[in-house]
């Protein structure tokens, strides 16, 4: 009877090995499936990051001929 019960015990062991080695292996899946993600995401920035310097830049450029063309209608005024 005792070899029985030692028997149940491994079984019930073993189940629950089971049952984490399936919870690692679904981890592992969903933490590259995130590392992907945080890959797209970075990707994302640093795009939108060119872009934003990319409009500072024509924003300074367009502030620069502004002010040149105050500083000639100044000019002609005098």
Known sequence: MENIGEIEQFQ???QKIDSLL???S???KE???LAEQ???QEE???D???QVSA???GRDKARQRIVSLLERIEQAEV
């Open 26 to 28: 679904s981890l592992k």
């Open 55 to 57: 409009l500072k830049a």
């Open 31 to 33: 933490k590259a499936t």
């Open 44 to 46: 994302k920035l640093v």
């Open 12 to 14: 019930v062991l073993e």
């Open 22 to 24: 399936e919870l690692v």
């Open 48 to 50: 939108l990051s060119e």
């Open 38 to 40: 945080v890959h797209i």
